[in-house]
């Protein structure tokens, strides 16, 4: 009987000490701010905004908020990726509807790009 509980308070031990020891977790790779590029494709011109994680902001017609930012854990290709989500605001008919909602990859923009008239958004920096 007491085999058992003492195999069971080992296990338990183990699990404890590999939870404590520190690691490269996503917690260490999620940012606080993400910055990105937008281009005014009218006037060609480009401008830098810096985003706070949950928190919207308005730039010209758009509202832009990121959801969540993160770096890769690969040092050799460091890729960065976030979820944004943007409104357009000129369109009032349906303002719950987002003109862009998912992620996005700084080294590959393509996979799902954000698609407007006016104005193209990239990534370029997660941070803390």
């Known amino acids: 009987m007491f085999g058992k509980y003492k ?4 296990a338990s031990f183990i699990i404890l000490i590999l939870s404590a020891i520190p690691s490269n977790s996503s917690e260490n790779l ?14 060609s011109k480009n401008t830098t905004l810096t985003l706070n ?5 308005k730039f010209q017609n758009l509202l832009i908020k990121s959801e969540k930012c993160k770096n890769s854990k690969f040092d050799d290709n460091p890729d960065i990726t976030a979820y944004l989500q943007v409104r357009d605001l000129n369109k009032k008919d349906n303002d719950k509807v987002f003109v862009f909602n998912g992620w996005t990859f700084a080294s590959s923009p393509s996979l799902k790009p954000f698609d407007h008239p006016v104005y193209d958004i990239w990534i370029t920096k997660c941070f803390n």
């Open 7 to 10: 195999k069971f308070n080992i």
């Open 30 to 43: 999620e940012g606080v701010y993400l910055e990105i590029k937008i281009l005014d494709k009218v006037s």
């Open 53 to 57: 994680i949950g928190e919207e902001k």
